[in-house]
């Protein structure tokens, strides 16, 4: 059913030209258009023009398509349960929606009672059916997702995102020390903005691209940006990755990052919750967007250095 709101205005906060979501999930234009004209997965917003607009939501869907015809399915195959979870072939369970929120659910609540043992409990039943890899996508993703809207729209305390923070952050620094070091690609530097804590997705990332077969150099949240210039000359680091979950301090996008750019001659790849609200000027700094998907800013960066596993 098409979405017969129009909008007027040229730029409306939390809605993104088709270019901007293009650079966001590595899909071109047209395959956009084609997937909304010839096989009805994408509803776009219409302004009088004709323009599409997006919301972040059709940016996580797009994301999903991405994803399953990463595993081999044809994109006719795909429709609204395939979306929804249903048929994905990594999960034989019945009820594979219901099933994974049920683990969502019951770690939420765990946070919310300060209750590590469940969390363990939660976390480790999830490990013994599936790959970490399934774990990642399904159970770690979305819940931060729905634990950082929950803390962003005030439901949540700061407590409680530092109790699963500091739970998260050593079962995942434990598998990050723990990582085969046998990988020959192309070395990449990741980093957190200045200011930001939030390091948990910058983990996850760096972990699913030594699975790709990338070496990685992590420096983790709070990283001066006029200091990585030099770090990635040191380590001859292929590519400079960086992340952004918070609304930095002013001058950091528009003065900051720009001046990193020219400093550098590897690539610059941005990702993170902020990259969306701050495309332009994002894209200005010369940097490469990568968006918020593990998988997809993986790929667009194993294409861009021209790596092949």
């Known amino acids: 059913m098409k979405n017969s709101e129009q909008m007027s205005a040229d730029h409306v906060p939390g809605l993104f030209p088709i270019r901007a979501v293009s650079e966001l999930t590595g899909v071109n234009a047209i395959t956009l258009r084609a997937w909304e004209t010839?096989?009805?997965?994408?509803?776009?917003i219409r302004k009088p023009s004709g323009?599409?607009?997006y919301t972040q939501e059709h940016i996580d869907l797009i994301n999903r398509?991405?994803?399953l015809l990463d595993r081999g399915m044809r994109i006719g195959q795909i429709n609204a349960e395939t979306l929804a979870g249903e048929s994905v072939e990594d999960d034989p369970a019945e009820d594979r929606q219901t099933h994974w929120q049920r683990y969502i659910?019951?770690?939420i609540a765990?946070?919310?009672r300060f209750d590590e043992p469940a969390l363990e409990r939660i976390y480790s039943e999830a490990l013994s059916y599936y790959p970490v890899r399934i774990v990642t996508e399904k159970l770690l993703a979305p819940l931060l997702k729905e634990l950082g809207d929950r803390w962003e729209n005030n439901k949540g305390s700061v407590a409680e995102e530092h109790?699963?923070?500091f739970y998260l952050r050593?079962?995942?620094g434990a598998r990050f020390h723990h990582r085969s070091q046998t990988q020959t690609g192309p070395r990449l530097m990741l980093a957190c903005l200045p200011g930001d804590l939030h390091e948990i997705g910058l983990l996850l990332f760096a972990l699913e691209a030594c699975d790709h077969g990338f070496q990685t150099v992590l420096l983790g949240a709070n990283m001066p940006l006029d200091e990585l210039p030099a770090a990635v000359r040191k380590t001859n680091s292929a590519a400079l990755v960086?992340?952004?979950?918070?609304?930095p301090k002013p001058g950091v996008i528009e003065e900051q990052l720009p001046w990193l750019v020219t400093q550098l001659s590897v690539p610059v790849f941005f990702g993170g919750a902020i990259a969306a609200g701050h495309f332009d000027n994002l894209k200005k700094s010369g940097v490469q967007l990568i968006g918020k998907n593990i998988d997809t800013g993986i790929k667009q960066i194993a294409k861009t250095l021209d790596f092949r596993q």
């Open 170 to 172: 050593n079962k995942l």
């Open 110 to 112: 765990a946070v919310i």
């Open 242 to 247: 960086l992340s952004g979950v918070i609304e």
């Open 65 to 67: 398509v991405v994803g």
């Open 38 to 44: 010839r096989y009805g997965l994408i509803d776009p």
């Open 163 to 165: 109790f699963f923070g």
């Open 105 to 107: 659910n019951g770690m």
């Open 51 to 53: 323009h599409r607009l």
